[in-house]
Structures are given as structure tokens and as C-alpha cells.
């Protein structure tokens, strides 16, 4: 059963953080399968290749860059969205590979159900990130994006490591943001309704 569980746990904890910054858990991924750290089963070993890496790396520092500017990082969110889901939805496919590729006899998870998962919790996380973006500009006029963008980053990476390395604990710290983003948007809400 950890068997089956280990893989799925971490497919949704790199999707979360996935959610959080499209670009950093890929990186990750890619270097630990370079590095023989993790296995990736084919076609998602590619994430490893020199030219994927150098291409993931590059979108990284722009994406890192730009999301600390106000204006700037508002659009990033409303064209990262696409970007931010399909990257959940192939790290979650890659974990889930090794269900459907790892010898695991009766413990099949069907490619585009991973995707499906994969999509649904990092487009539901960049989301909720899109949503309290606007927060943080309204109350700081700005100046507080740069930290929140952070924030955001270091959770994107805390969650990946956590996800490859300590699956349930990658899961139970994505609901503790989820549910801390979704207590923040309340509050605000019933503060200005």
C-alpha cells in the first residue's frame, strides 16, 4: 500500500508546488533524475536534459525576477496560469509513472487521471495565489509583493523537497496553506462586503 500511496502523496505535493512557481519544482525534479537521485519514467525523463534544465532554469530567473514587480507580477499570474497547471499536472504524471511504469501488479493509475489531479491542484493553488496577490498590493500599495513573492518561492521549494523526499509531509504542509490562503481571503472579504 505505501507502494501505491508514496507515489500519489508526492504527485500532489510537487502539483501544489508546482501552483506556487511553475518553474522551481521542475528544476528540481529534472537535477534529482540527472543525478540519479529519483528515477523518472520515460517521457518524463526528459525534464532531465541539458536543454530542458538550461530552458527551466532560465524561465526560473525570469519568473523570479519579474514576480517581485508590481504590475509586472499580476500578469505573470494571469499568463502563468496555464504554465503553473501544466507543470503540476506533469509532475504529478511523472510521480504517478511510477505506478503505471514501476512493476506495481494491480496498482495502476491511468496517465490522464494523473494529468487531471496534477492540473486540478496546482491550478487550484495558483489560483488562490492569483486571488491574494491583489491582497497584498491593496494593503502595501505594492511594497509587500516582493515578500510575498518569497514567501511564495519558499514554499514552492520547501514543498518540493518535502514532496520527493517526505511525501505525507509535503501534503499536510499544501492543505496548511491552502487553508491559512483560504482564512486570509475571508477575512478580507468579510471585511470588505
Known sequence: ??????????????????????YLPLLLVGLLNRFGV?????PYSLLSSPWVLGGVLVLLVLDFIGDKIPGVDHALHV?????????????FAAQSGFITQG???????????????????SGG????????????TGLTGGLGNPVVSSAEDGSSLVLSVLAIFAPLLAVVLLLILLL??????ARVRRRFV
Open 1 to 22: 500500500m505505501e507502494q501505491l500511496l508514496t507515489p500519489l502523496l508526492s504527485g500532489l505535493g510537487l502539483s501544489g508546488a508546482a501552483g506556487l512557481n511553475a
Open 38 to 42: 529519483l528515477h523518472l519514467a520515460e
Open 79 to 91: 499568463f502563468g496560469g496555464v504554465l503553473n497547471a501544466g507543470s503540476g499536472a506533469l509532475l
Open 103 to 121: 512493476g506495481l501488479a494491480g496498482h495502476h493509475l491511468n496517465p490522464t487521471l494523473a494529468l487531471l489531479l496534477g492540473l486540478l491542484v
Open 125 to 136: 493553488v495558483h489560483t488562490t495565489r492569483t486571488l491574494l496577490r491583489p491582497v497584498s
Open 180 to 185: 491559512g490562503a483560504w482564512r486570509i481571503l
